[in-house]
């Protein structure tokens, strides 16, 4: 069965534009979250959020692209790009039917929404674009990338809310065991527009804090719910027979995927079951893995849990536990796919991201949490998990390529 490996990566974040910035910036601790600064947040309860700031989209995309995305989308193609400059694929020439495409979105292109209702309701129908019939969509992502970078093998778009960004890996690993080369895929998201944030509040979850220093604090004590963000990271996963054919770098190999769902009011063991499915399907054992990227939802019920499921398979405090999103926000379906990113960038480097904002895990969350300061490990075997809302789980295993 063919390996999947990522030769590429390209990242948009709170605290970084770039792989390298965003790396850089979450080893030195420094957090993207601040008071919104796109609209007016005083009338809304959640007023902090982790905004990409910096990001020019004139300076990155070409302008006949401008009044057809939203902002999302225009970050997407950002990291899109980056991820296939990465991996040392030629900038969009021919069709590329070796290529596909699978991203994951949570929210689609909620601004784009909001302003053409604003236009509808106080100019009239006729001043609606008519880019918001597909601005808005789930699949605009996936679609957008391929157009602009002529990649014409398998297109997918993947809803499972904040798993989204680990299933939508999963699904391109599986399109790479049936025979096509290479997929883009990851997953960047957020909707930071009064719209959007009205749409999160009423989901639940998320602090009202207006203090943005350790306003996000998963596994802590006096946790209270996370902070929105947008960004993410897209990766090229390409099959590492077809990597090692062309000479491509090689970040790391996807080794292991699961993903569960728990019904509403059956046991919540989907976590639990997606991690031994994930070590399963790497054929490796828990004591394999150096360092877990947790979901970490700042819920303290959620994050009780959390810890329990990791506790129940690796023993209690058995393994290190690191949550960086502290530092950037909950990225929607981008989330997943940035701690991806991130743990790739921990096991070429070997070192332990740290869970900003928070001194140290509660009581009842039997975890070694990574606190303080990033820890060198000897890393070769990583864990990713990530939940969305409704209840999917996913789980993926990430280990240092053989190359």
Same mark, same amino acid.
Request: charged letters at 20%; proline letters at 6%; one cysteine or more.
């Given at each position: ?65 401008? /009044? ?255 949550? /960086? ?48 300061? /990033? ?29």
């Amino acid at each position: 069965m063919s390996a999947a490996v990522v030769t590429g990566l390209g990242v948009a974040a709170a605290n970084g534009l770039g792989t390298e910035a965003y790396w850089q910036a979450t080893l030195d601790g420094r957090a993207g979250i601040r008071e919104i600064s796109r609209f007016d947040p005083s009338g809304y309860p959640v007023r902090l959020a982790g905004e990409v700031s910096g990001f020019v989209a004139e300076e990155h995309l070409p302008g006949r692209l401008l /009044p057809q995305t939203d902002r999302m989308t225009r970050l997407s193609l950002y990291a899109a790009e980056q991820a296939l400059a990465d991996a040392g694929v030629p900038a969009a020439g021919g069709l590329r039917y070796d290529i596909g495409v699978a991203t994951a979105s949570s929210m689609g292109g909620f601004e784009f929404g909001q302003r053409e209702l604003e236009n509808l309701w106080s100019k009239g129908g006729s001043h609606v674009s008519a880019y918001q019939s597909f601005a808005w969509f789930y699949a605009v992502n996936s679609g957008q990338i391929s157009i602009r970078h002529n990649l014409r093998g398998p297109g997918a778009a993947v809803v499972t809310d904040h798993a989204g960004g680990l299933d939508a890996v999963g699904h391109a690993r599986r399109q790479i065991r049936r025979g096509t080369p290479a997929i883009l895929t990851g997953g960047v998201d957020g909707a930071l527009c009064p719209l959007g944030i009205a749409g999160l509040v009423s989901t639940g979850g998320y602090t009202t804090r207006t203090d943005p220093d350790g306003a996000y604090r998963p596994f802590a004590a006096d946790a209270d719910g996370a902070v929105p963000g947008e960004g993410g990271a897209h990766l090229l996963l390409e099959d590492r027979d077809a990597a090692r054919a062309r000479g491509a770098k090689v970040y790391g190999e996807l080794a292991g995927y699961a993903a569960t769902f728990d019904p509403a009011g059956a046991p919540q063991t989907g976590l639990q079951r997606a991690i031994t499915g994930a070590l399963r399907d790497a054929r490796v054992v828990p004591a394999d893995v150096g360092l877990v990227f947790a979901d970490g939802t700042a819920d303290r019920a959620a994050d009780r849990a959390e810890a329990a499921a990791l506790a129940a398979v690796f023993g209690p405090r058995a393994v290190p536990v690191t949550a /960086p999103k502290s530092m950037v926000g909950r990225l929607q379906a981008g989330a997943a796919a940035l701690d991806l990113a991130t743990a790739l960038l921990a096991l070429r480097d070997g070192v332990a991201p740290h869970t900003a904002g928070v001194d140290a895990p509660a009581p009842d969350c039997p975890i070694d949490l990574v606190t303080g300061s /990033p820890r060198s490990l000897p890393l070769n075997c990583v864990l990713v998990l990530a939940r969305g809302r409704g209840g999917f789980n996913a789980a993926a295993v990430l280990r240092r390529s053989q190359q």
